[in-house]
């Protein structure tokens, strides 16, 4: 290979250093040195950044010409032959490490480098077998470990690094250090570890003799085997008995303590060489993780084998002025907007593909063209783009209505793949083979470091991204028709961006003098809870201070704490919860900051982003985030502001119509994904229960608990609708129980008391993990994939929570679906009735609409009327609808 032959060139040029890294240990010591992190998909993280830190510091400092990083290949070792319960008193993994473990062996794929297991060994004897190999090929040896046991292996050309607090502490054990701290010897921590023991990994040692004692012993007969054999020279008879009773035990734990350094290993050191890493695929994982302070650490904007001087030479003409012509009959568009926000964001450049030629347009005169706003909005010129819905709106702004658009590539790549992070063009590209384009990041650069470059160079790569508009387009349909994705895409979602571009260019509009009124009115409420919390705790204090609140509730006041860190005690969300029944102050302290939160995020966020000359907002709908097809909301995001709280819901009150005498009109769908989860489990209960207009959740208690209507308690009610939506998102019995305040146990006996009441929902279960097995995948009732890999994971947890995903995502992805057809089947009843009435917002399974109130009553009839037939299912769709002259009145 290439860079076997690179190594040979440079084996004179420096000093080979090989840096071993024990990837189980140190993932071990990231999860518990950090606290629970989670990125936007609900996956904790906290081990991967840890472990991406430590990765990060190694390679600045050490700057390793070879490197591995190995891993434990399973519970049982060869160890265990001599003693059945080495490492028999550990804890299970937590599952929030768990899932991580695969993040962690990708981020040492997209960092090139090298991890080996082994069946049957362990990572200490990997890592001990490749250190004896470099060390007696004259390398020099770094090795990272969070367990001392690897102390052992140290020597003149090996350092063994372990890990102190946090991560990124470490301590260097070299052979004069090892000396210094205990007096002994590299090789004669095998013999201390026989003598004491070690509790971590279930090795018994002799039981009374200590660490200290051990190293005394050793002193004086260097090796566990001189001491047994000498025992009569030992002082102290208590002591001679032990080491006589449990000298078996003895020679047996420096047996279990001792690293193998002659494992059968398949690795050679010429093919774990380290040449460094791919900075486009770690900054790509590191979006994905949600890793965004790391991001500038990597310094530099992102090479890419697709640099401007390595893709192909392209011919294209910048345009002096236009004619239809040129702009063709089916033809590539690229419009570049280049801040994320393209609601006032400036089109800097057009980019024309044709079956006439290949065209730039600086953006001034595209848009003062009437030749090309003639074209734009000519629907029987066929347009192929990338992001419909963003093009639109912001040609929108410029007076220019783009029609005629029938392939996105950015949808038809979402709903191909809906777990792929797509950046830009570039991202699909490379999935495809194609090399058109570079990375904007690396064309525009990053953060203080963006700027558009002069014309020929941005006329040249916007031509290129119409080029690639243009190559991918047959690919993708391929993709989507092999995929029975087709219709999806044409029918469903292309439509559906259209709508979108409509109701983000519409806005919602917010009464601002409300909105002021409610700052005031919060700030008041804030004050007085700030005083009465300073009153019982008899002192003025930051309560937004972690540190100072924790001084006075467990210090001051003596509430229960748990336990203290160098930062101070916790008082996350979770812990006072907890203290609420222990004293009052605790619930005013929760009320001041959920209250805070709506004061800065909704109120303070709303009035920051009201457009001063409408009065509106204009909230972005995500088409292609969602794995499930969900749509989300942000920029602001109108789909999240909390309503438990009746502050929360009062902030509805400020949004209201854009004219006079109309009201805002509210529609959603009743429990739309139990009806989903009858339809697909054709549960023969279930599905009677929705024909006869039945309460499901008073149903499914006298299934459940074996009792009569007018028996059913609220209590019972309230567990059976826990359960009822639980099932639907693949609910475990620990989060039941955590829903329900009950134990697991009762919690799990539950689960299955209803699925004994259901047995087409739990053949359902059983079914769809199959065929999440099988394919890969599982599929809406419209055909929208989502790919489940997780799904034949040897891990428990990881597999789980996959079983728990593939259970719940037909039924997900199918209500989002449904209220997808929704909106474009009221979109065009709204016009082909002549209505003025406008849809404004889409939150979850509920459409907002303003309308006049002469046209209230015709709305009665017509929504609900259209979205019950949106699909049809084995049970009845069912909507409910309110208006009023807010958004708060109208729920």
Request: proline share 4%; with cysteine.
């Amino acid at each position: 290979m290439d860079w076997i032959c690179k190594e040979q060139e440079d084996v004179n040029l420096k000093k080979k250093k090989l840096v071993l890294i024990d990837g189980n240990s140190i993932a071990y010591r990231a999860f518990f040195a950090l606290p629970l992190l989670n990125n936007e998909k609900g996956i904790h993280t906290n081990a991967v950044y840890g472990f991406t830190m430590m990765l990060m510091r190694i390679l600045e400092d050490e700057k390793p010409t070879h490197m591995l990083v190995a891993f434990d290949a399973g519970k049982t070792t060869f160890r265990h032959k001599t003693f059945s319960e080495y490492k028999g008193g550990r804890q299970k993994t937590p599952p929030e490490l768990s899932e991580q473990f695969p993040f962690i062996r990708e981020l040492l794929d997209v960092y090139q480098i090298p991890r080996y297991e082994l069946e049957n060994y362990e990572a200490d004897d990997i890592i001990g077998t490749l250190s004896l190999h470099a060390e007696k090929e004259g390398y020099e040896v770094r090795v990272i470990s969070g367990d001392k046991d690897l102390t052992q292996l140290s020597s003149p050309n090996v350092t063994v690094g372990i890990t102190r607090k946090g991560i990124t502490d470490i301590e260097d054990y070299t052979p004069e250090h090892i000396k210094e701290k205990y007096g002994l010897e590299p090789r004669q921590i095998i013999d201390m570890k026989g003598l004491m023991g070690d509790a971590s990994d279930n090795i018994p040692g002799v039981p009374g003799v200590g660490e200290k004692t051990a190293i005394k012993l050793l002193k004086e007969f260097e090796t566990l085997e001189n001491l047994l054999q000498s025992i009569d020279q030992v002082s102290g008879q208590k002591l001679k008995e032990k080491l006589v009773q449990f000298k078996e035990q003895a020679e047996m734990s420096k047996e279990l303590a001792t690293i193998t350094r002659e494992a059968p290993i398949e690795v050679d050191l010429g093919t774990i060489s380290y040449e460094g890493f791919d900075r486009e695929k770690v900054i790509t994982l590191f979006k994905e993780l949600g890793f965004n302070s790391l991001l500038d650490r990597l310094g530099g904007d992102v090479p890419t084998a697709g640099a401007e001087t390595e893709l192909d030479e392209i011919e294209f003409t910048i345009a002096e002025e236009i004619n239809e012509e040129m702009l063709g009959d089916e033809s590539s568009i690229y419009i570049e907007i280049l801040e994320d926000n393209y609601h006032y964001a400036d089109i800097i450049g057009f980019s024309v593909v044709s079956e006439k030629g290949k065209f730039y347009f600086p953006a001034s005169l595209a848009l003062e063209s009437s030749a090309f706003k003639k074209w734009a909005e000519d629907g029987s010129k066929h347009k192929f783009v990338y992001d419909a819905k963003a093009s639109e709106v912001a040609l929108r702004r410029r007076g220019i209505h783009l029609t005629g658009v029938v392939f996105d590539v950015f949808l038809a790549s979402y709903i191909i793949d809906p777990a792929a992070n797509i950046d830009d063009l570039s991202t699909i590209e490379k999935k495809y083979g194609l090399r058109n384009v570079q990375p904007d990041d690396a064309f525009y650069g990053r953060g203080a470091k963006r700027k558009v470059p002069a014309e020929p160079e941005l006329s040249k790569h916007l031509v290129r991204k119409a080029i690639s508009i243009s190559e991918l387009k047959p690919l993708l349909e391929k993709g989507l028709r092999e995929n029975s994705q087709y219709e999806l895409f044409t029918e469903l979602e292309m439509p559906l961006s259209l709508v979108l571009a409509d109701m983000e260019s519409l806005g919602i509009k917010v009464d601002i003098n409300r909105l002021k009124t409610m700052r005031s009115e919060m700030h008041e409420k804030l004050a007085s809870i700030e005083e009465k919390i300073h009153e019982m705790a008899g002192e003025k204090f930051n309560i937004n201070s972690p540190k100072q609140l924790g001084t006075i509730l467990f210090e001051k006041m003596g509430l229960p704490s748990g336990k203290k860190t160098k930062t101070g005690y916790s008082t996350s969300a979770d812990i006072l919860e907890k203290l609420a029944d222990k004293h009052e102050i605790i619930r005013l302290i929760l009320d001041y900051r959920q209250l805070g939160k709506l004061q800065s995020t909704y109120i303070e966020g709303l009035l920051k982003v009201v457009k001063p000359d409408t009065d509106k907002v204009h909230t972005r709908f995500n088409q292609a985030l969602t794995a499930t097809g969900r749509l989300s909301s942000t920029d602001p995001n109108l789909q999240n502001i909390p309503i438990r709280l009746e502050e929360g819901r009062k902030i509805r009150q400020a949004f209201i119509p854009s004219e006079e005498d109309w009201v805002i009109f509210a529609a959603d769908y009743s429990q739309i994904e139990l009806r989903v989860l009858a339809h697909i489990a054709n549960d023969e209960k279930l599905i009677e229960a929705f024909r006869e207009g039945e309460d499901i959740h008073t149903k499914t208690a006298m299934a459940v608990f074996h009792v009569d209507a007018n028996e059913v308690t609220s209590n019972m009610r309230r567990h059976a609708k826990a359960v009822n939506f639980g099932i639907v998102y693949g609910i475990s019995d620990f989060g039941l129980s955590q829903s329900l305040g009950i134990t697991r146990k009762e919690a799990g006996k539950f689960i299955e008391r209803y699925l004994d009441s259901y047995p087409g929902v739990k053949d359902y279960m059983d079914d769809i993990i199959q065929v999440a097995k099988q394919q890969g995948f599982v599929t809406t009732l419209m055909h929208r994939r989502r790919y489940i890999p997780e799904i034949t994971s040897r891990n428990f947890n990881l597999r789980s929570f996959a079983e728990r995903t593939a259970m719940n995502t037909p039924i997900q992805g199918s209500a989002a679906d449904i209220i997808k057809k929704a909106m474009i089947d009221m979109d065009e009843a709204l016009k082909s009735n002549g209505l003025r009435t406008r849809l404004l917002l889409q939150v979850h399974d509920e459409l907002i609409f303003e309308a006049p109130k002469d046209e209230v009553n015709k709305l009665e009839k017509l929504v609900p009327e259209i979205m019950e037939n949106a699909l049809e299912l084995k049970v009845p769709l069912k909507v409910d609808y309110s208006y009023g002259p807010t958004w708060y009145d109208a729920k």
